[in-house]
Antibody, heavy 124, light 107 residues
Framework: EVQLLESGGGLVQPGGFLRLSCAGSGFTFSSHAMNWVRQAPGKGLEWVSG????????YYGDSVKGRFTISRDNSKDTLFLQMNSLRAGDTAMYYC?????????????????WGRGTLVTVSS | EIVLTQSPGTLSLSPGERATLSCRAS???????LAWYQQKPGQAPRVVIFASSIRATGIPDRFSGSGSGTDFTLTISRLEPEDFAVYYC?????????FGQGTKVEI
């Protein structure tokens, strides 16, 4: 059974930092791109960042570029999100999501499994 | 960046009725890279449709997806009580992912 378990959320002051983790199990972690998606209270879903299966390539949404860094440790089946210079607008539930497929023309590519999320609150 | 616009924002229907949800993209989206998600309060999203029209495992056949290019549709043929939720479309393009803003299907 595929499982994704996020941790590391909590209350942090504006300008502070947090490091989120997502432990994967039940699948070959090193074979799949992974992502972070967030949801502010009462709002919609926002893709935050993605990383390739091997960890060589990473991508970011405009709202976090330059402040957040995604990484992974395939030897420990774990995904990370280092969040610096946090703002009130970063307050959200943060989900990790596993990508299914390859970004190859004509083949399905989507998020097939999600964790339950970890809550980040940025407030003084 | 491709922007996805979902309509309507809220759909008020009764059990047994048909729901039609729209997702319109600002640029052409590959059909292979368009998915729909259902989210209930306090839960993570779960995939309903991927590659525009393929039902995910365990999704009942009252759910169907269609569309291509810039216009995609999720249809629920006969609403069951457990279908009332928020639905999001998601697309991939140029190494980036974007979600629509969501459609709430309410009783």
């Amino acid at each position: 059974e595929v499982q994704l378990l996020e941790s590391g959320g909590g209350l942090v002051q504006p300008g502070g930092f947090l490091r989120l983790s997502c432990a994967g199990s039940g699948f070959t972690f090193s074979s799949h791109a992974m992502n972070w998606v967030r949801q502010a209270p009462g709002k919609g879903l926002e893709w935050v960042s993605g990383i390739s299966a091997g960890g060589d390539d990473s991508y970011y949404g405009d709202s976090v570029k330059g402040r957040f860094t995604i990484s992974r440790d395939n030897s420990k089946d774990t995904l990370f999100l280092q969040m610096n210079s946090l703002r009130a607008g970063d307050t959200a539930m943060y989900y990790c999501a596993k990508t299914r497929g390859l970004a190859v023309a004509g083949t399905p590519y989507y998020f097939d499994y999600w964790g339950r999320g970890t809550l980040v609150t940025v407030s003084s | 960046e491709i922007v996805l616009t979902q309509s309507p924002g809220t759909l008020s229907l009764s059990p047994g009725e048909r729901a039609t949800l729209s997702c319109r993209a600002s640029q052409r989206v590959s059909s292979s890279y368009l998915a729909w998600y259902q989210q209930k309060p306090g839960q993570a999203p779960r995939v309903v449709i991927f590659a525009s029209s393929i039902r995910a495992t365990g999704i009942p056949d009252r759910f169907s997806g269609s569309g291509s290019g810039t216009d995609f549709t999720l249809t629920i043929s006969r609403l069951e009580p457990e279908d009332f939720a928020v639905y999001y479309c998601l697309q991939y393009g140029s190494s980036l992912w974007t979600f629509g803003q969501g459609t709430k299907v309410e009783i």
